[in-house]
Every structure is written in structure tokens, then in C-alpha cells.
């Protein structure tokens, strides 16, 4: 400032360097079809519940059903173009909040994988989302799924902001983990089985067939002509459960833990919501097949049911599961989480002078970042020391070259804390001495 005038002047000085602004962790991003979706048409919104879900992508169109003549009903497998409704269902009901929806094209048309193809392009051009989650392309045929999958690790291996919830296709293990490579494997985790959930098929009276000893009829129909049959029937369908990957679940599991822990807690050892049980049940001997394989190194976390637990979430591996840095899911999502919230806090120093006040507000800035997380349990060691350190400057983490090309280079160390998987607990006979 230039002091031209005499007077009385008051300048503020910068005692604290700027604040890290720390990113949204769990905010998923469903892709799919949907009951308003439009060929060659993608559509991605934000929706924060099922009401603004179905008021801007419609609601599931009603499963047909057939009541046989003991007033049974005919099992219906839910059409794959309906499924995101009931998926969207369930990731609320697990804890989830704010979402994405990209819709890519609508529910009655054939599942094409070119068309998921083209939710990952639009996806690649929102910044927030941190999870992808497609609870569809289960129906896509092996070959297009696997390729879909490889796909989605892809892209959050690129971005480096996001991570992929995989599913199981028909609870084949084996064609899974074939049809997985070992690219960008850390960047997503695979979880099994299906889940038998809460949510009851959406029918319509008008279109649930009666069988009776003459023309069959209608439910509607018979409603005015047999109450008490109308009656027995409406209780059967209300028993009529959907069944769901569980992708959808996990992701309102990882948003509930996020939100109520942080995300370095591991997404396990925690309640499924709204479910009746796995579709499958998988015994102890099972799942240590499902968490270290030996030839492809692709764990798969188990979604088991306990008596008196209900049904809980029993892995927090990524797919790269042999791999001692990127293990576990909260590991890689932590550090996620610390890349992307440092990127963005550190953009002020872009054409900045290239100097030592520069580096010092850089330092101050993500080292005070580093320390909140450390007091809040999200880093190991007993002191700060331990847990981080943040390195910048000449001789240390550049040359004089770096400075004169315009490079600042920042070096961040931060020691996760990785879940305790395994509780060993040692016993010895003590003998009595007197």
C-alpha cells in the first residue's frame, strides 16, 4: 500500500493460514434405467430422497403377478429395467443421503451396455460423486458386465476421487473374479450375495391374474364378487419380497458410517437395513475362500446372517486383496478422501510467487488439516509425528530447476489406521501353585 496522505492506517495481517475445506465421502451415484428415462437420452440429477427420486424419474411400473386357484401366487422375477426404483429404495433405508441418479435409458428397453457406457461418460464430468453403484448391469450378459466392471475401476483409478461398489452377477464367484483383471483393482470392492430385502413388489390389481375354475379374471374384478378371496389374495402379494444386489445396500452402509464414524472406519461389522437375509447363506469355511484367494488375489466381502445379529456386513477388503498398501476399503478411501480435500485446498497457491512464504502457508495449511484428522483417531501413531508429515521446499522435496520451471512439489506421508480383521486371543493352561 502506498501512503499518500497523512493519517492513521490499519492493516490487517494473516496470522492463520488457510483452512482445508474437507471433501464429501459417500456420495454415490446410481446408474441405470429408469420409468421416465429416454433412449440416447443420459439424464444425471441430485436427489436427497425417493419422493424426489420418483417425482423426477418415476416410480417402478407394477410387477404382474398370477394367483393360482389355492389363492397362491406365481413367483415373479423383477424385470431388470425396474430394479433401480427398489435399489434407490434400499440405499436410503441403509442411512444413505444425497445422491446421483444417471438415467440412461427407460425401464422397458432391453439392458445395453453401451448405454452404461454412456452413464460412466456423463459421470466423468461430476465432480462430487464418490461412489459408483450399478445394481442393474447384474442383467447385462458376462462378457458386457465384466467389460462394464473393468470400466467403472477404470475411471475411478483415473480420477482418483472415486470408488466402485461391484456386485457378484447370479453369485457366480468364479466368473467374477475371471472376468475381473488386475488393473485398478484397489479402486473398488466386491460384495456377496444377494440380498432377500423388505421391499414388497409394486403390483396393480388391474393386472394380477386370478385363476379360477372357469375364465381366469382379474384381481380388480373379483374384488366386488369375492371379498373374501380378494382379501387372501391381497395378503399373499403383500409377501411377495424383492431381491437385490447388494450394492445398493452397501452404499447407504458406507454413507451411515461416514457419516456416524468417518471414513476411516471400516464399512463392516455393521447392520444391513431392511432385509430378511442373504439370498444365499455362506458358512465360515466359505467366506475364507471369498476373503484371500491365493491365484488371483481378488477378495470379495460376505454379507452373512447371525443369530441374534440379523444379517451384517463381514469384509472391508478391496478387490485388491494381496496387496499390503491397498487392502482394505477404508484405507483407500481415506487416502481418497486426503488427495482430493488437499487438491482442492491447494489450488489458491497456483501463480503464486514460488517461494518460501508460499510453501510455509501450504505446510501450515494441510499440516493442521493432517492434525484434525489425527485427533479425531482416523491416523495412527501416539504423536503427530507419527501419524504425518507434510515436506516442501528447496533441497527437500525440489531443485532449483523445479522453482525455475514453475513446479512446487509437496510431499504428504500420512499413516492410516487399517481395521483389526482378525482378534487373536491367546490362552495358556496356568498351572496352580499351591
Known amino acids: ?31 441405470g434405467t429408469t420409468a421416465k428415462g429416454r433412449a440416447e437420452t443420459v439424464e444425471v440429477a441430485q436427489i436427497s430422497s425417493v419422493l424426489e427420486y420418483q417425482e423426477r424419474f418415476g416410480r417402478a411400473s407394477a410387477t404382474e403377478f398370477t394367483a393360482n386357484a389355492d389363492d397362491s401366487i406365481a413367483p415373479a422375477p423383477l424385470a431388470p429395467g425396474k430394479a433401480l426404483w427398489y435399489a434407490i429404495n434400499l440405499y436410503f433405508r441403509n442411512g444413505g443421503g444425497r445422491c446421483y441418479v444417471v438415467s440412461v435409458d427407460a425401464e422397458a428397453a432391453e439392458l445395453d451396455a453401451a448405454r452404461f457406457m454412456a452413464g460412466l461418460d456423463a459421470l466423468d464430468l461430476e465432480d462430487e460423486p464418490t461412489l459408483i ?36 452377477k447370479d453369485g457366480d464367484v468364479g466368473k467374477f473374479r475371471t472376468g475381473v483383471l488386475v488393473d485398478n483393482l484397489s479402486y473398488g470392492a466386491a460384495y456377496h450375495p444377494y440380498l432377500d430385502t423388505a421391499l414388497v413388489h409394486v403390483f396393480d390389481e388391474t393386472t394380477v391374474t386370478v385363476k379360477t375354475a372357469g375364465a ?11 371379498t373374501q378371496r380378494y382379501n387372501r389374495i391381497k395378503k399373499n402379494l403383500s409377501t411377495q419380497r424383492v431381491t437385490l444386489p447388494p450394492s445398493a445396500a452397501m452404499a447407504g452402509v458406507y454413507a451411515r458410517v461416514d457419516r456416524e464414524r468417518g471414513v476411516w472406519k471400516a464399512p463392516a461389522n455393521v447392520g444391513v437395513m431392511s432385509v430378511v437375509g442373504p439370498a444365499k447363506r455362506i ?26 445379529r440379523g444379517t451384517l456386513v463381514w469384509g472391508a477388503r478391496t478387490l485388491a486383496g494381496n496387496d499390503n498398501e491397498w487392502r482394505y476399503v477404508p484405507v483407500r478411501r481415506l487416502f481418497i478422501m486426503v488427495e482430493e480435500s488437499a487438491k482442492k485446498a491447494t489450488a489458491f497457491a497456483v501463480f503464486e510467487p514460488n517461494d518460501a512464504t508460499t510453501w510455509l502457508k501450504v505446510k501450515g495449511m494441510l499440516e493442521s488439516y493432517l492434525y484434525g484428522l489425527w485427533e479425531n483417531g482416523a491416523l495412527q501413531g501416539a504423536t503427530p509425528e507419527a501419524a504425518y508429515y507434510v515436506s516442501v521446499g528447496l533441497g527437500r522435496t525440489m ?5 525455475l520451471e514453475g513446479r512446487m512439489i ?6 492410516a489406521v487399517r481395521p483389526a480383521e482378525f482378534i487373536i486371543l491367546r490362552f495358556s493352561h ?3 501353585t499351591a
Not at 502506498?2 to 488457510?18: D, F
Not at 381366469?216 to 369375492?226: A, F, G, H, R, Y
Request: contains cysteine; hydrophobic residues 45%.
Open 1 to 31: 500500500m502506498a501512503y499518500m496522505t497523512p493519517g492513521v492506517y490499519v492493516e490487517e495481517i494473516a496470522a492463520l493460514p488457510p483452512s482445508v475445506a474437507e471433501v464429501s465421502t459417500a456420495i454415490p451415484a446410481f446408474i
Open 133 to 168: 453403484v450399478m445394481p442393474q448391469a447384474v442383467s447385462l450378459a458376462q462378457a458386457d458386465y465384466d467389460a462394464l466392471n473393468q470400466e467403472a475401476l477404470k475411471r475411478c483409478a483415473k480420477l482418483q476421487d472415486r470408488f466402485a461398489l461391484l456386485d457378484v
Open 216 to 226: 381366469d379374471s382379474k384381481l380388480s374384478v373379483i374384488k366386488s364378487t369375492d
Open 283 to 308: 458358512s465360515f469355511e466359505q467366506q475364507a475362500a471369498l476373503n484371500v484367494d491365493p491365484d488371483t488375489g481378488k477378495s470379495i466381502n460376505a454379507l452373512r446372517d447371525f443369530p441374534g
Open 399 to 403: 531443485r532449483p530447476q523445479d522453482v
Open 410 to 415: 509437496v510431499e504428504i506421508g500420512i499413516a
Open 430 to 432: 496356568m498351572v496352580a
